[in-house]
């Protein structure tokens, strides 16, 4: 049974910093693409970012040189470092794991306020 557990959302004030995790278990991890995407109310689910099993990352403009994705095979984890963080970053964030098969998964969400 594949698991995606995200964590490290929460309230911050503009111009802050969070950084979210994803624990992920079932899957094989190091051979997965891992990504980062978030759903504001009434908007689609979009990308922030995203990073291939050899490192290879991606990043949504809207986030290019505040964000930085990075993941750890040895402890199954994927990371999204936050900074500068704008009121337009509030959203749920989501951790999405896509297997070399093509399987996609997603974990639950943790939500992200910035706000004053």
């Known amino acids: 049974q594949v698991q995606l ?17 994803c624990t992920a278990s079932g899957i094989a991890f190091r051979s997965t693409v891992m990504g980062w995407y978030r759903q504001a ?7 922030v970012a995203s990073i291939t099993s050899g ?14 994705i990075s993941r750890d095979n040895a402890k199954n984890t994927l990371f999204l470092q936050m900074n ?27 939500q992200v306020t910035v706000s004053s």
Do not use: F, H, M
């Open 5 to 21: 557990v995200e964590s490290g959302g929460g309230l911050v004030q503009p111009g802050g910093s969070l950084r979210l995790s």
């Open 84 to 110: 500068n963080l704008r009121p337009e970053d509030t959203a749920v964030y989501y951790c999405k794991a896509e297997t070399p098969i093509g399987r996609r998964y997603w974990g639950q969400g943790t």
């Open 55 to 68: 490192g290879t990352t991606n990043y949504a403009d809207s986030v290019k040189g505040r964000g930085t």
């Open 41 to 47: 109310p009434g908007k689609e689910r979009e990308l």
